[in-house]
């Protein structure tokens, strides 16, 4: 089987990595294409787990966060998997074609996570398989993924509230609304065919940068950049599309509910907007600063088409909303000015009244 790498490595300008093509030589560019629907992205960084069997939709319902027990062939939501203590492990687009339960995730945790699904599966009607072999996922508009020959096509429903969801950040003016973004689960040879019609300039292609670029544009977080281990969904703003609130139990949900109705996330996501005026671009991990102190990391970064440069990052519930924070890159610090995602006020959602002092009888 070709790699992404290999099937776009004749493609003019392409430059990739060991997680397939980054970009095909001005990735600012092709953010625009993607943006108005006239290119795909190939997005190697991204990989399928599939759920077969008559209990899989029961089965998943059970496990994750999503209430997917209902979920209609074609339907497009949004899971996460949580440790006992409601920290992010896994997160999965998914789509079920009637049959298939087919999840998307990123390509560096869908080994684990096809693994987990495979220990939990006990003597249920399921049948679990890692599909990063013998497919492939592009993205872009629904209008653009809609001429492929897919398996499967999952539509983001970010940003909106979903089902049983609640929204932390501002749906008025929020950043992605309209966002139009699909991803379709396509076989190699389909991805081979793709590459046939870039070489011949029949379609624009893009990389994995400006697919990203425009994911960090629309605050929208993913697993191996925002899920750090410690994350809670409160957090990322993640209760919007991948929890539903009033559902049956699963792991992680005590904490879900606890966090949202009587307390608050102990970080929050910010969008930054850093200073361009220098080339220094910061890594994912960077340190961000108020004042003398360590106040949160940069989750993920890039180059946008129309802001320059810009970041998500997890801060301290603490910090204030109009603080100016300095992300520091080596020996230099970038000024960033911050939006914000998550407010400090998120959750908290059914705090019990409280009661009057009675007065001591005399």
């Known amino acids: 089987?070709?790699?992404?790498?290999?099937?776009?490595?004749?493609?003019?300008?392409?430059?990739?990595?060991?997680?397939?093509?980054?970009?095909?030589?001005?990735?600012?560019?092709?953010?625009?294409?993607?943006?108005?629907?006239?290119?795909?992205?190939?997005?190697?960084?991204?990989?399928?787990?599939?759920?077969?069997?008559?209990?899989?939709?029961?089965?998943?319902?059970?496990?994750?966060?999503?209430?997917?027990?209902?979920?209609?062939?074609?339907?497009?939501?949004?899971?996460?998997?949580?440790?006992?203590?409601?920290?992010?492990?896994?997160?999965?687009?998914?789509?079920?074609?009637?049959?298939?339960?087919?999840?998307?995730?990123?390509?560096?945790?869908?080994?684990?996570?096809?693994?987990?699904?495979?220990?939990?599966?006990?003597?249920?009607?399921?049948?679990?398989?890692?599909?990063?072999?013998?497919?492939?996922?592009?993205?872009?508009?629904?209008?653009?993924?809609?001429?492929?020959?897919?398996?499967?096509?999952?539509?983001?429903?970010w940003p909106d509230v979903t089902v049983g969801g609640w929204g932390y950040a501002a749906s008025e003016g929020h950043p992605a609304t309209g966002r139009d973004w699909a991803e379709a689960v396509v076989d190699t040879s389909e991805l081979e065919r793709l590459a046939a019609q870039v070489r011949a300039g029949e379609r624009a292609i893009a990389g994995r940068l400006a697919a990203d670029a425009l994911r960090i544009a629309a605050w929208r977080p993913r697993p191996s950049a925002e899920a750090d281990g410690m994350t809670l969904p409160h957090e990322v703003d993640w209760l919007r599309t991948a929890v539903h609130l009033s559902k049956g139990c699963y792991r992680g949900q005590e904490t879900v509910a606890k966090v949202h109705n009587l307390g608050h996330p102990p970080r929050r996501l910010v969008a930054l907007q850093l200073d361009g005026s220098d080339a220094v671009l910061p890594e994912p991990g960077a340190s961000v600063h108020h004042g003398d102190d360590e106040v949160g990391r940069i989750t993920s970064v890039a180059r946008h088409f129309e802001q320059g440069p810009i970041a998500l990052a997890l801060v301290k519930r603490s910090v204030p909303v109009d603080a100016p924070l300095v992300v520091q890159v080596d020996d230099e610090a970038v000024a960033a000015v911050q939006e914000t995602v998550v407010p400090p006020t998120a959750g908290r959602e059914a705090a019990p009244p409280r009661l009057p002092r009675l007065s001591r009888r005399t």
């Open 1 to 157: 089987m070709l790699g992404a790498a290999d099937v776009f490595a004749g493609v003019a300008g392409a430059v990739h990595d060991d997680r397939g093509l980054l970009h095909v030589g001005n990735p600012l560019r092709e953010q625009q294409l993607l943006e108005r629907g006239a290119a795909l992205a190939a997005l190697g960084d991204r990989a399928v787990v599939t759920v077969a069997g008559p209990d899989r939709l029961s089965w998943l319902d059970s496990l994750t966060s999503q209430a997917v027990a209902g979920l209609q062939p074609g339907e497009s939501t949004e899971l996460l998997v949580l440790d006992p203590n409601g920290r992010v492990e896994h997160a999965a687009s998914v789509v079920d074609d009637g049959e298939t339960t087919w999840l998307i995730t990123d390509a560096d945790r869908v080994a684990a996570l096809t693994t987990w699904l495979t220990r939990m599966r006990f003597r249920l009607r399921v049948e679990i398989t890692d599909r990063s072999a013998e497919t492939a996922v592009v993205g872009g508009a629904t209008s653009a993924v809609a001429d492929l020959t897919a398996r499967a096509v999952w539509r983001d429903p």
